[in-house]
Nanobody
Framework: QVQLVESGGGSVQAGDSLRLSCQAS????????MGWFRQAPGQEREFVGV????????YYADAVKGRFAATKDNVKATATLQMNNLQPEDTAVYYC???????????????????WGQGIQVTVSS
């Protein structure tokens, strides 16, 4: 079956960078928007960023705009989230997700994503 597997998480200091990767198997991600969400303890899962299938345009939550960058490699079936200048409030479990096609206004809503990774912890200390 389809699998999305995240890697690259860990514990860092404020101001450091991390690069999360999401490897898809049994899925041609060329037609998929690849999104990233996060969930901190006691909080709802929230949208972080996405690289859309249509035009490969990226969109971000205001909290990460200018610090995070989402990309994807259709040949390698991977999506990445480059996270720079990490802050303690970025601490969360990060999930990658795939949505088939999807128009931009729907890409911030988790319910429009059909496939999810298992999540990976990112911890940022001050």
């Amino acid at each position: 079956q389809v699998q999305l597997v995240e890697s690259g998480g860990g514990s860092v200091q404020a101001g450091d960078s991390l690069r999360l990767s999401c490897q898809a198997s049994r899925l041609n991600i060329r037609g998929y928007s690849m999104g990233w969400f996060r969930q901190a303890p006691g909080q709802e899962r929230e949208f972080v960023g996405v690289i859309a299938a249509i035009g490969e345009v990226s969109y971000y939550a205001d909290a990460v705009k200018g610090r995070f960058a989402a990309t994807k490699d259709n040949v390698k079936a991977t999506a990445t989230l480059q996270m720079n200048n990490l802050q303690p409030e970025d601490t969360a479990v990060y999930y990658c997700a795939a949505a088939f096609g999807a128009v931009p206004e729907r890409l911030r809503d988790a319910k429009n994503y059909g496939y999810w990774g298992q999540g990976i912890q990112v911890t940022v200390s001050s």
